[in-house]
């Protein structure tokens, strides 16, 4: 059942009622996708809110002559682009499953409704806003304090699926060439 999922996300954060994730529930659908599936291509308006049940996916920019990895999802994480979402105004991100996955997905039209009905749409918002901010400084404040090595350790240590990450994405969410990344993990971390 999504709500108990949506929940058991949340629940860290704040304790709603499990009626308001049943409510929630009935504004998205869940869709099994293949690995490689673009859910939002550059230049183009995210229309969907996705939170990943299963699989991996990232968050990509084309820069010069390939995409640079600004954001890796899991299960139980946001898989978005929630800038375009918000403003509902392209953007250059590009959205891609990692690999085969099943997401749940609220349109921008039936996620406003939810806000609009003040059944805790606001609070679940802010939170998840809150939330992709302080993992977006933090990951700042790691690439500017820490070795590669180390970060790649943390990501190890606290992100479960993380080796099933294609390997020039991960490096590139490191911001390291894929070579580095392959003699670190030789090391034996």
Same mark, same amino acid.
């Given at each position: 059942?999504? @709500?108990?999922?949506?929940?058991?996300?949340?629940?860290?954060?704040v304790t709603i009622d499990t009626q308001v994730w049943e409510n929630f529930e009935k504004l998205?659908?869940?869709?099994?996708?293949?690995?490689?599936? $673009?859910l939002k291509a550059s230049n183009t308006t995210e229309k969907f809110l996705n939170i990943l049940?299963?699989g991996s996916g990232g968050i990509l920019i084309w820069n010069v002559n390939n995409f640079v990895?600004?954001?890796?999802? &899991?299960?139980?994480? &946001?898989?978005?682009?929630?800038?375009?979402?918000?403003?509902?105004?392209?953007?250059?991100?590009?959205?891609?499953? &990692?690999?085969?996955?099943?997401?749940?997905? $609220?349109?921008?039209?039936?996620?406003?409704?939810?806000?609009? @009905?003040?059944?805790?749409?606001?609070?679940? *918002? !802010?939170?998840?806003?809150?939330?992709?901010?302080?993992?977006?400084?933090?990951?700042? $404040?790691?690439?500017?304090?820490? *070795?590669?090595?180390? !970060?790649?350790?943390?990501?190890?240590? @606290?992100?479960?699926?993380? *080796? !099933?990450?294609?390997?020039?994405?991960?490096?590139?969410?490191?911001?390291?060439?894929?070579?580095?990344?392959?003699? $670190?993990?030789?090391?034996?971390?």
């Amino acid at each position: 059942m999504i @709500s108990n999922h949506l929940k058991q996300i949340f629940d860290p954060f704040v304790t709603i009622d499990t009626q308001v994730w049943e409510n929630f529930e009935k504004l998205g659908e869940v869709k099994k996708l293949p690995k490689e599936s $673009i859910l939002k291509a550059s230049n183009t308006t995210e229309k969907f809110l996705n939170i990943l049940l299963e699989g991996s996916g990232g968050i990509l920019i084309w820069n010069v002559n390939n995409f640079v990895c600004t954001d890796i999802s &899991f299960e139980s994480d &946001f898989l978005n682009d929630y800038m375009s979402f918000t403003l509902q105004k392209p953007t250059p991100i590009e959205v891609k499953l &990692f690999e085969d996955s099943t997401i749940f997905q $609220i349109s921008y039209r039936n996620f406003q409704e939810t806000l609009a @009905s003040g059944n805790h749409g606001e609070k679940i *918002t !802010r939170l998840a806003a809150e939330s992709a901010f302080i993992d977006k400084q933090q990951q700042q $404040i790691d690439l500017l304090t820490k *070795t590669a090595k180390e !970060r790649y350790v943390e990501l190890l240590n @606290s992100k479960k699926g993380i *080796t !099933r990450t294609p390997l020039k994405y991960l490096a590139s969410y490191l911001g390291i060439t894929p070579q580095s990344l392959s003699r $670190i993990r030789a090391e034996k971390v």
